[in-house]
């Protein structure tokens, strides 16, 4: 009797979890178990197409690594029994400094796609960014969020249709876009090639197998509606329901033209603010600063278009000394802790934006494997603040942080 009373003493057994997604998110611990899990329950092209970048993948790795090369310099005797990571941007209170970047094609890592993903922003409060490649609508994503929507636009030589998409933002009060400029042509994505990607996925003996291999993706893939581009459906470019035809469409139509000048066509158009995604110098960042533009995204676009591009927070910290104050400068790129939010916030970004964090999230668990990724990293924010001894956002600084000695 002594050794059971012993042994109950020690021991607990977990209670069983009936719900098999949250049985699955109870062994994560980081956004790299997601990605793990995204790996496995992802057909590999479905996969690659998330995970992978251009061509020799060089700047994707860069990206994540120069967090890695900062280090902490954390104070101490420190008050910090009261931590806020409140912030605002776009003169709009955020419960922490992130925004969800846009990524197209949502409904590949989970038939609920992007509509997953704005109903978790919004619960957390921060933006949802819908892209123009999306694959649920402006009007599908404000029937299911009251929160925060921004819509990122991808220039193209048919303005029309443009000028059309945010007239539709506008009308379902997205309150700001995100202007993506460094796609005057597509990256060369060489997973795809390999794997010979394509959307829908063509039918052979290995797309039979991959399903077999992978069945809780094919279940949820073939018993949603099919994929569609579904802010151009119903359009000249076809319904939309083709997409591989209508990729060669919106291949075509991206415009090597763009150039400061248009911004004044789309300050003819929208109203609200207008955010430049794509920024990679500090001689771009001056220029829009100058512009009054509201604010920049140093981004690379994940590595997906130059390989060779710099790193978004190799350059934050030169950009903000060059800028800092006159426009809100967003870091895009690399974020998988809330460590790396902090460093960011260190060294003079307004907020981060994650776009594959949320992907291995959406793909490993749906909508909870997106709520999980934004809890973690508001969480990991909160406790590197109290490691480092700083109690708010204005805290951080760069007196916090520094690169480490090679």
Known sequence: MKFFSTLRSVLRFRKFETDPVARRLQSVASVSDLRNISKRRLPG????????????????????????????????????????????????????????????????????????????????????????????????????????????????????????????????????????????????????VRQGFTLPPKIGLGTIWDGI?????????????????????????GDGSDPVSLAGYINSQFDPSLSWSDIEWFRSIWKGPIVI?????????????????????LSNHGGRQLDGAPAPFELLESVAQAVGGEIEIICDGGVRRGSDIAKAISLGADA??????????????????????????KEGLVRTMALTGAASLEELSGDLVRIRDK
């Open 45 to 192: 092209g479905v996969f690659d197409y998330i995970d992978g970048a251009a061509e020799d993948e060089v700047t994707l790795r860069r990206n994540s690594e120069a967090y890695n090369a900062v280090e902490f310099r954390p104070r101490v005797f420190r008050d910090v029994s009261n931590i806020s990571v409140a912030s605002s941007l776009l003169g709009k209170p955020l419960s922490f400094p992130l925004v969800l970047a846009p990524t197209g094609f949502g409904r590949i890592a989970h038939s609920q796609g992007e509509l997953a993903v704005a109903r978790a922003a919004e619960r957390a409060n921060i933006p949802y960014t819908l892209s123009t490649l999306g694959t649920r609508s402006i009007e599908d994503i404000a029937e299911v969020s009251n929160g925060r929507k921004w819509f990122q636009v991808y220039v193209w030589r048919d303005r029309e249709l443009v000028k059309e998409m945010l007239e539709r933002a506008s009308a379902s009060d997205y309150e700001a876009i995100a202007i993506t400029v460094d796609t005057a042509v597509l990256g060369r994505r060489e997973r795809d």
């Open 213 to 237: 291999l992978h069945p809780g993706w094919t279940w949820d893939f073939v018993n949603a509606e099919p994929i569609s581009f579904a802010n151009v459906r119903g359009k000249s470019v």
């Open 277 to 297: 995604k794509g920024i990679q110098t500090v001689e771009d960042a001056r220029i829009a600063s100058e512009m009054d533009l509201e604010a920049i995204a």
């Open 352 to 377: 981060c934006m994650a776009g594959r964090a949320y992907l291995y999230g959406l793909g490993a668990a749906g909508e909870k494997g997106v709520d999980f990724v934004l809890e973690h990293l």
